[in-house]
């Protein structure tokens, strides 16, 4: 099936410094994907959609200047968080959209756990 | 106000008892997808309904559309601690695919 990684899985940092989360499709092209937060016992919010080859579309009240997505090919796409702060702390979870067969579906990543001292 | 709510919030039950958890809106929406979460994890999908009306059964589970498709259920029957996760609606947005995710039910089937 198709495989999405996120690297790391799990990030401390300290307030002030930025933090980059890669998302990478293993076994095929993701024309579109999507950064997701999900804080503790909460549900995942949207926060932005990355296409490759262009800029991302952010999500209302989320930061494109302290949140850089880049989606430089259809394998890979990276969130920055810049001048990370405590209430970055949270759970970023990305997906991949790619053809697969006639049926294009979403395929999560397993999580990047960022805390920010 | 969240698009898709969820309902319970929570869930503790035994071992063995059934359950139903629900997932509302107001909005009609062309298809309806189910997720479930463990901890640390990225959702993973269960299965997505089409049509009015839709049942479908995975092993345990019975997933429901409603007729008028602003609503689903999820039915397990026996549950089994194996279940336990974070149960997730979610509906894809427009021509850009992108996931609107309903408020989530926790559950937790206690040995």
């Known amino acids: 099936g198709a495989v999405v990684s996120q690297h790391p899985s799990w990030v401390i940092c300290k307030s002030g410094t930025s933090v980059k989360i890669e998302c990478r499709s293993l076994?095929?092209?993701?024309?579109?994907m999507f950064w997701y937060r999900q804080f503790p016992k909460q549900s995942l919010m949207l926060m932005a959609t990355?296409?490759?080859?262009?800029?991302?579309?952010?999500e209302q009240g989320v930061e494109k200047d302290k949140f850089l997505i880049n989606h430089a090919s259809l394998t890979l796409s990276t969130l920055t968080v810049t001048s990370a702060h405590p209430e970055d702390s949270s759970f970023y979870i990305c997906s991949a959209r790619g053809p697969r067969g006639n049926t294009d579906t979403q395929y999560f990543g397993p999580g990047t756990r960022l805390t920010v001292l | 106000t969240q698009l898709l709510e969820q309902s319970p919030q929570f869930l503790s039950i035994q071992e063995g008892e059934n359950l139903t958890v629900y997932c509302n809106s107001s909005?009609?929406?062309?298809?309806l997808q189910w997720y479930r979460q463990e901890p640390g994890e990225g959702p993973v999908l269960l299965v997505t309904?089409?049509?009015?009306?839709e049942v479908k059964k995975l092993k345990r589970l019975t997933f429901q559309f409603g007729d008028a498709r602003k609503d689903s259920s999820l039915h397990i029957t026996a549950a089994q601690p194996g279940d336990t996760g974070l149960y997730l609606c979610a509906v894809e947005m427009d021509s850009s695919y992108k996931l609107i995710f309903g408020s989530g039910t926790r559950l937790l089937v206690r040995p």
């Open positions: 909005s009609v929406f062309s298809s």
């Open positions: 990355s296409n490759e080859g262009s800029k991302a579309t952010y």
């Open positions: 309904v089409v049509t009015g009306g």
């Open positions: 076994d095929f092209q993701a024309t579109t």
